[in-house]
């Protein structure tokens, strides 16, 4: 295990061997098997792109090989910070094949939270689209380089300006050269980061090892029925766990189905492309759901190859849950899960209550969850508490946070998910809230610790509180409570600042409420419940 991470003890690892649940390959090899088993099938389509699996394999053998030759090999961190494009997908594979590591940065990401993920992870590159939606990341890779002592190289997909251009690592066709495996990873190893929600001031690294992230996503797959004729729809931005692995790009990839990227998440697009490509899967948040259920009204297009939309990454709540199959003629699943690990579904044998009500439950028998009180001691079923979970593909630890760990953890290696849940008599997981300090906003997690920092920092601000306020579209907000050193500033000023400061779009507050205290804990905290309470805000 690379040094950093905390592997699972070595005999709970056994077991899971044993009970074939790990099986001993690796996502570099996997493609290989796939592409031999499926060559001329379609596996990737981009834009104007189509790419059968031979062609993916013999491309990312050909990454691979560019790879190398530029020195970045096992255990290297890359940071990738692409959206929803072709060569997220192949330049993955090529780390994998040569056991370097991706680390998976959100298109929203901006200086902040770049420049501690390179920083964190001692990358060695960072590779960026040129523009995305209107923003240039090539100055925002100057600002990191220069930061960041580790960092060697930039590549860019598209325009390169002072950078390397992505297509620099091709190289000609041809057979794979032996030594390009020689090297190459153990199931065991970490295969790629994953990043925290941030519920704790910036984004913490999640190590997936090719082992059990495998497994998640033949579990996955195989409760979602997914074969051959699957195909999915990339709605969400692929550095996503959801998108990723739930089961996502890879579990249909493993089947032979093909993977459509969407570069937006609007009905007019994404219908489009159903109704052209013949969709049967895909997964969105509820922000997302919303508009396509308005835009069904009113988009003329033919959905009726769609065959199940997952929806997650936060809550659903039931009325429009229930809107669900009559609007698109489909299969509603609800999706509860974390890059951390764990992953609930609901099953196609649900009736339409209990689909509607619950967020599913774990895909695997080995999946061990405990739901606690403040005290940690285990409450009934039907009571709410928070969750804690272990099995084959949660992480033990997060990377290089020792410190962190320590409390992230408890004693017998369960998780604390920080997410109040109860369960159901039969097994299922009905979400409640979180007790974590998070805002989730469209179904984007938002540290207040994070924010408050950042807000903190304006030269007119003696203190700053942040909480979620209940929003009918999005969820939650951001409201930001402020205490101010003189005159004000406003709302305007204080979104200027933090994007000043590099902080992404969909952090920044969206209403500000001005304070002359707080209220305080017995302890001297602030006490968020009554700060919420005074703003109008959700319970969370």
Known sequence: ????????????????????????????????????????????????????????????????????????????????????????????????????????????????????????????AYVVADRY?????????????????????VFVVGDPGPFTSFEALGAPDGEVAPALEEDGPGAGDVAFFLLSGGTTALPKL??????????????????????????????????????????????????????????????????????????????????????????????????????????GSAKLHPEVARRVEPAFGCSLQQVFGMAEGLLCLTREDYDTERTTTVQGSPI??????????????????????????????????????????????????????????????RGDVVVEGRVKDVIIRGGDKVSATEVERHVGAHERVQQAAVVPVPDPLLGERVCVCVIPEGEPPTLAELKAFLTGRGVADFKLPERLVLMDSFPLTGLGKVDKKRLRARTGGSEG
């Open 206 to 311: 999640i190590p997936r090892t090719h082992d059990d992230y495998l497994y998640q996503v033949r579990a996955a797959a195989e409760i979602c029925a997914v074969d051959r004729d699957c195909v999915y729809l990339a709605v969400l931005p692929l550095p996503f766990n959801f998108t990723w692995g739930c089961p996502g790009v890879i579990g249909v990839l493993a089947a032979g189905g093909a993977v459509v990227l969407a570069t937006g998440t609007g009905p007019e697009e994404c219908f489009e492309l159903i109704e052209r490509e013949g969709v049967t899967l895909t997964s969105v948040v509820p922000t997302i759901a919303h508009l396509w259920l308005d835009g069904v009204e009113w988009i003329d297009r033919d959905l009726s190859s769609l065959r199940t939309l997952q929806i």
């Open 1 to 124: 295990m690379l040094e950093g991470c905390v592997d699972w003890p070595q005999e709970t690892a056994e077991r899971y061997r044993k009970l074939g649940l790990w099986q001993g390959r690796t996502l570099g090899g996997e493609l290989r098997d796939w592409a031999g088993r499926h060559r001329d099938r379609v596996a990737l389509v981009g834009g104007d792109r189509r790419l059968t699996y031979g062609e993916l394999d013999a491309w990312v053998d050909r990454l691979a090989r560019g790879l190398r030759a530029r020195g970045i090999g096992r255990d290297d961190r890359v940071v990738v910070q692409l959206p929803n494009l072709v060569e997220f997908v192949a330049l993955s594979f090529a780390l994998y094949r040569v056991g370097a590591l991706p680390v998976h940065a959100l298109p929203a990401h901006r200086r902040s939270e770049v420049v501690h993920l390179c920083g964190h992870a001692e990358a060695v």
């Open 364 to 425: 695997s028998p080995e999946d061990e969850l405990r739901v606690v009180d403040p005290q940690g001691r285990q409450v009934p079923p039907g009571t709410a508490g928070e969750l804690l979970t272990r099995g084959p593909y949660t992480l033990r630890g997060y990377y290089r946070a020792d410190e962190h760990n320590a409390t992230a953890f408890d004693e017998d290696g369960f998780y604390r998910t920080g997410d109040l849940v109860r369960l159901t008599e």
């Open 133 to 153: 939606h209107g923003f240039d990341y090539r100055p925002l890779a100057g600002e990191v380089k220069a930061a960041v002592p580790s960092l060697r190289e």
